[in-house]
């Protein structure tokens, strides 16, 4: 059975805490992250059957949002909500993101996306393992985490 997408956000906190990953519960680095995602991928939302109604976004850059200067690299998984006749109706987006304070390291790598959607044809391992090999990972390894957030927003 397909889950709701309006539980997304809960179920994704579900599994970070289902897999006991990090202080505190929350991942502390690249490899549990990439667990959670992998988990969260494996879950199956009621979306409609058309192109890039559930999609992951893979993204590194500066956050000028943010009360200090950071750097955050995350994931957000896309799910199309549709009305009643089946028409678009709105994007709701979980975001996973791990946040650091930034650093001439960040701001010599800039910034990076990858989207991928289950329609495309290409396996998730299989982009996910590309991201795995992206270059922020090696300056992230020895970089301090601030926090890590979990939000859902309609978009």
Known sequence: MKC???QAGQIAHSVVQE???????????????????????????????ECE???????YTEAGWL???????????????VDIEGEHESYLQVQMELCFHMDPD??????G????????????DEWIA???DEPVW????????????LSQEMA
């Open 53 to 59: 109604a559930d999609g992951f976004l893979f993204e």
């Open 19 to 49: 897999l006991h990953v990090g202080e505190g519960g929350k991942p502390a680095g690249k490899e549990e992250l990439i667990a959670v995602v992998r988990r969260f991928a494996r879950i199956e939302f009621d979306v409609p059957d």
């Open 67 to 81: 009360a200090y200067p950071a750097f955050i690299v995350g994931f957000t998984r896309q799910l199309e909500k």
């Open 113 to 124: 996306t990858s989207w991928w959607f289950a329609d495309e044809g290409r396996a998730f």
């Open 4 to 6: 709701s997408i309006e």
């Open 138 to 149: 090696d300056v992230v390894r020895n970089k301090r985490i601030l926090e890590f957030s």
């Open 106 to 111: 960040f701001r010599e790598l800039g910034s």
């Open 130 to 132: 590309d991201v795995e």
